[in-house]
């Protein structure tokens, strides 16, 4: 009997009598020292100036232009349009002129941006349906649940592409002007291919498989989103092989942004002919918008961003300015440290035992 207790009481339960399971494994246990600590302490702050003076250094280096086209120019008229509903259907063009003091080298970028316009809220990033981007046919004519209330239309036809994602798609267009130092303008020429992500072009956005039909006929019954102003297999008339699902604006606009303030890529400089070579000349320019998208609803703004860009990135300031507050942080603790140290601890009796 007691044998029986034995094996069902604590000592049954008592771990073995290892090593490994009684924590006698041999271990490196430092001593923390002035001697030790405050080096290191000083090594770091070293370090993180550096890095954050390299990286400020190659930042500025970049070169960047922001015209916020609100209300810009001849803006404003669009702008006070696009506050009535029933206008929407109806064409506004604008002008805004701008001045580039000093040449953009190299390749040139030109984004748009959105002030307050949150794509990061939960229910309008789940409102798409990624099967149909990725081509499947049920889901051309069955859209997701998730789409809802944009999967279809008053006349009960599927909406390609549904959700809210897509029907709010920026739709403003530009034209991009330079006006040499004679007066003459010269259309700046703008890649508006090639410009989305390899694995998006690729392989997270695909039409429908044709077939000996063309696209027009594979999405035949379904419906464009609400606010669209053409079908989806007629996004862009000038590249016939830039429709569907595979159009590089769609593309950019349906990766939502983290945050309420971003810009999205619209186009790259071509840097084929004169004088466009080297990059943007300095000099005058103007950019005509077709001034679509409305932003009084959500009481956001509209810009555009002319940048040119390094490895790092374009003109962010945030890491090299996080990089020397660290520093400045880690060298204010190391100081204060070792004053404490050589006040109350030099001759070791108080921070070395």
Request: aromatic content about 14%; overall charge positive; charged content about 20%.
């Amino acid at each position: 009997m007691g044998r029986e207790k034995d094996k069902s009481g604590p000592l049954a339960r008592r771990p073995d009598n290892s090593a490994f399971k009684q924590q006698r494994l041999p271990a490196w246990s430092p001593m923390l020292t002035a001697h030790t600590v405050l080096p290191f302490f000083y090594l770091m702050s070293l370090i993180c100036m550096l890095l954050g003076v390299w990286l400020l250094l190659t930042v500025q280096r970049t070169q960047e232009i922001k015209l916020d086209y609100t209300e810009a120019g001849t803006c404003d008229k669009c702008f006070e349009k696009r506050k009535n509903v029933s206008n929407a259907g109806e064409e506004c063009s604008c002008t805004v002129i701008f001045s580039i003091e000093k040449a953009f080298k190299g390749d040139v970028f030109f984004y748009y941006g959105l002030k307050n316009f949150h794509q990061n809220l939960r229910r309008y990033m789940d409102s798409r349906d990624d099967g149909q981007m990725v081509g499947r046919k049920a889901n051309l004519k069955n859209p997701s649940s998730y789409c809802e209330p944009f999967d279809r239309d008053q006349n009960g036809l599927p909406i390609a592409p549904c959700g809210a994602v897509a029907n709010s798609i920026f739709n403003d267009s530009f034209k991009l002007t330079y006006y040499g130092s004679s007066g003459d303008p010269f259309p700046v020429p703008l890649l508006r291919r090639g410009i989305t992500w390899y694995t998006d072009k690729n392989i997270k956005f695909r039409n429908p498989s044709l077939g000996n039909m063309t696209l027009a006929q594979v999405f035949d019954g379904t419906a464009k989103p609400l606010y669209w102003k053409m079908p989806v297999y007629e996004l862009d008339h000038f590249n016939p092989t830039n429709n569907g699902f595979i159009n590089d604006d769609l593309i950019i606009w349906m990766r939502e942004a983290a945050f309420p303030n971003f810009k999205k890529l619209h186009g790259v400089l071509h840097q084929a002919s004169e004088p466009f070579t080297e990059g943007l000349p300095a000099g005058n320019y103007g950019i005509e918008i077709n001034y679509n998208f409305p932003v009084q609803y959500f009481r956001g703004r509209k810009e555009v961003v002319l940048t040119t860009l390094t490895w790092f990135g374009g003109q962010n300031h945030f890491l090299p300015i996080a990089y020397l507050v660290t520093s400045s942080l880690t060298l204010l603790i190391s100081i204060t440290l070792t004053v404490v140290w050589y006040k109350f601890g030099k001759d070791g009796k108080n921070m070395e035992e």
